[in-house]
């Protein structure tokens, strides 16, 4: 069973920045390509960004374009979300996620993902 361990959210001020990472734990992780998903009180959890772990490329929705920026690690197996121009609208459930082999195609969806962290909270107060 492979688990994803979330650190780094918090309560910040808007225009702060935050850095979420996410490890995987367990037996080894057979991915490529990983996510972030953020949920907020009473709506849908939404896509945020992806990567691919072979060529590093990159996908954001357009809320977050320009202000976050998703990495790798290679190396610590370890995957990071850089915020930066924290909004109070950017508070939610941070989640990460583990791509399904194969479906970058579906990097956008809930249904490309296999494996799931626990979510870590960001507040963003104005």
């Known amino acids: 069973q492979v688990q994803l361990v979330e650190s780094g959210g918090g309560l910040v001020q808007a225009g702060d920045s935050l850095r979420l990472s996410c490890a995987p734990s367990g037996r080894t992780l057979s991915s490529n390509f990983m996510g972030w998903f953020r949920q907020a009180p009473g709506k849908e959890r939404v896509f945020v960004a992806a990567i691919s772990w072979s060529d590093s490329s990159t996908d954001y929705a357009d809320s977050v374009k320009g202000r976050f920026t998703i990495s790798t690690d290679n190396m610590k197996n370890t995957v990071y979300l850089e915020m930066n121009s924290l909004r109070p609208e950017d508070t939610a459930v941070y989640y990460c996620?583990?791509?399904?082999?194969?479906?970058?195609?579906?990097?956008?969806?809930?249904?490309?993902?296999?494996?799931w962290g626990q979510g870590t909270q960001v507040t963003v107060s104005s």
């Open positions: 996620a583990a791509g399904r082999e194969g479906r970058y195609s579906l990097r956008r969806s809930r249904s490309g993902y296999v494996y």
